[in-house]
């Protein structure tokens, strides 16, 4: 669907791996804290209520021996600061250590002191967790309450649920990056066999995928190498087929192209239909021929024969002088300060620049602007025309062998073979670049041409 994010392969696979290394961590966080919290919490428990019942025992004797040091007891039973002794008696509460509010306690709590029933439970009191025990005496009517300090431990439950979150983020982020890593080193056979197509699609017929030593990965590349070189040979094929073909042509229409301009000079003692039928097998004649011409060109440029040896060229010399030997009008041209330099084979750029003014001229009464410019270390250059521009859907298609667009299927004008825009793009191509067609500000069509300038 259109609009919808979705991640790549890499990152799918490397989430997939973070969470399930993050749902596993979290349930043995859960586990390691709840059997360790539970185990601490009734150790601290039993603990208190323990010595809870060894100190209602003293305080029971002293109360059915009538002895008269009760607060003095109380006070020596206290084992922290932050603990806190109560004995409700009728009409009396004595307090020990820390000293609280007895109300604080809840009435059920103390209910069950006074029917006899020990009872326990966990409070926060004055903003001190505690566990509060409750007991009776036995010699005499009154409610023991011992109220023991949970500090120590309730510390201890925050740094565990510290580190038990710490470590199941932690894992989170470890899966992701493991994740990432593994399936970035899974996916380099794709990548690598993703480049090796793009080179192949891009005009490289020569590349191919490395030897794997992977036995799962053997037969891919066994099998994509084998493809291209069947790939290479029919293009190379094909290639010199068109080649051959053209150049056997070249001899009967060089013969057609002069008997064709002995006709077209004595066209005013061919009257009528004929002189009709005379302008139209001229004007193919002449169409024929630069088709011709560029199928040689083509068919040396995909057998890859005459490639020279790259050279610094500059670019708006080079326009300079494609258009100076032009007739016609001189077309403005704009350039930088500084002029772009590449690498590359000068006559091809030069075909290139001459094609591109060659369609304007054709379909959109000629060029209007060139310009050559430098942008973010590409060299630019521009051919405007004043024409009907082309359809958004033919753009890339023009760039095509043997489309020509709107004007396909007619006969008798100057319509051109097809083969000019395809020849500006094959070498464009070779040279590192790209060609793009756009809608000129003011209307009309604006061709791009963009190749990477030379490091001089």
Known sequence: MRGVHRFSLRWRVAM???????????????????LASGYMLR?????????????????????????????????????????????????????????????????????????GVPAGQRLIVDGIPVYA????????????????????LDRTFRFLSAVLVTTTVASGLLGVMLGSWASRRAL??????TAAASRIAGGDLKARLPEQSDPDLTPLATTFNATADALERRVLRDARFAGDVSHELRSPLTTMVNAAEVLRRRRTEIPGTAGRALDLLTSEVDRFARMVVDLLEISRADQQVDDPTPEPIDLAALVTNVLAARPGAPVPLEADGTSPHVLGDRRRLDRVVSNLLDNAARHAGGAVRVAVLRRAGQARLEVDDEGPGVPVELRERIFERFDRGTRAGSRGTDTGSGLGLALVAQHVQRHGGSVRVEERPGGGARFVVEIPEAQL
């Open 43 to 115: 150790q601290r428990e039993q603990s208190a209520v323990r010595q809870a019942e060894v100190n209602v025992r003293l305080v029971d004797e002293s109360l059915r021996t009538g002895s008269h040091g009760l607060e003095e007891l109380l006070t020596g039973l206290t084992a922290s600061p932050d603990t806190t002794i109560l004995l409700f008696r009728p009409g009396r509460v004595l307090t020990s250590g820390r000293q609280v509010d007895a109300s604080v306690l809840p009435p059920p709590l103390l209910r069950m002191g006074r029917e």
């Open 188 to 193: 380099r056979p794709l990548t690598a066999l």
């Open 16 to 34: 997939v791996l973070g969470i399930g290394s993050l749902l596993l961590t979290s349930v043995l966080a859960l586990v390691v804290w709840n």
């Open 133 to 152: 025990v409750t007991l009776p005496i036995t010699n005499a009517e009154g409610v023991y309450v011992e109220m023991a300090p949970m500090v120590q």
